[in-house]
């Protein structure tokens, strides 16, 4: 693992790798990046946020993004 040394300290070094090690998976980010453009439509984040509090057929989730 390459070891990384930042320009600035804060005075804690425990992090470090940890982070530069998750920082390092370029596509677990990638897929994040994608599910958020996803989400850029509110219509999408509406119907997100419906089927986050309970399970809804699309019959119905067409009628509540009507109001």
């Given at each position: 693992m390459n070891k990384?040394?930042?320009p600035h300290q804060h005075g804690e070094r425990g992090n470090?790798?940890?982070l530069y090690t998750e920082l390092s998976k370029?596509?677990?980010f990638n897929m994040v990046a994608e599910i958020?453009?996803?989400l850029?439509?509110?219509t999408r984040v509406r119907i997100f946020w419906l089927l986050?509090?309970?399970?809804?057929?699309?019959?119905?989730?067409?009628?509540w993004l009507v109001i």
């Open positions: 990384i040394e930042l470090i790798d940890y370029i596509t677990h958020f453009k996803q850029s439509d509110p986050s509090h309970q399970e809804e057929c699309v019959i119905n989730i067409a009628e």
